[in-house]
């Protein structure tokens, strides 16, 4: 383990109802995120990253996925993915985003699901108990809006001032009763061509 590590926490919510209907399946919207002391305060302007970007992201990455799979279940039961940072107000928010913008981070995960879609993301600065959000979506298939979801938590005393904060969230299904169709059915209707949305 990283000696920078101070502690790891756990979101856990299982949604019964939504719009006075039951979902069912239940949704299950969980989060994994691990505070760790910034390696790079203090030291001033760091022009290099990376030595400590191959040092902490890949154990930060197989620990968080590991943990979120155990709460999963399987990586099969998760369905949507994202990850997320927040830098401490000391620190930049590129310290923060080294820690989860590198395959080394990012990989585990990826891999554990058996995903093809990029891991949607946040990154920010705050100071403790500065709200975590994880935007997720499917993990196959980005144009899919159901799964569209945002896991959401705090964390009381992190990060300090100069802590990071990196994150892995995930949902076991999509939004119960979603109901505003896909990416796709709106390309159709505005005669797009879904490989070139933007007709460039």
């Known amino acids: ?18 719009g006075g209907r039951a979902s069912d399946p239940v949704l299950r919207m969980i989060g994994v995120a691990a505070v760790v002391e910034n390696p790079w305060a203090g030291r001033g302007f760091v022009e290099d990253l990376q030595p400590e970007i191959q040092r902490m992201a890949p154990v930060l990455g197989k620990m968080l996925t590991d943990r979120l799979i155990t709460l999963a279940g399987s990586g ?8 997320a940072c927040i830098a401490g107000t000391s620190c930049e928010v ?3 985003s080294a820690l989860i913008h590198t395959l080394q981070f990012g990989n ?12 949607g993301f946040t990154n920010t600065r705050g100071p403790a108990n500065t709200q975590i959000q994880i935007p997720l979506m499917d993990k196959h298939d980005t144009g899919r809006r159901s799964h569209y979801l945002t896991v959401q938590f705090s964390i ?21 009763h979603h109901r505003i169709g896909d990416r796709y059915s709106d390309l159709a209707a505005l005669g797009r ?8």
């Open 193 to 200: 061509d879904v490989e070139n949305p933007a007709g460039v």
């Open 1 to 18: 383990m990283i000696p920078e590590l101070r502690k790891v926490i756990t979101f856990d919510e299982d949604i019964h109802t939504e």
């Open 108 to 119: 585990f995960y990826r891999e554990a699901v058996d995903a093809k879609s990029y891991l």
């Open 76 to 83: 099969d039961a998760i369905e949507a993915y994202g990850k």
């Open 94 to 96: 590129e310290h923060a």
């Open 156 to 176: 009381y005393d992190a990060p300090d001032v100069n802590e990071l904060v990196v994150a892995l969230g995930a949902a076991t299904r999509g939004r119960p």
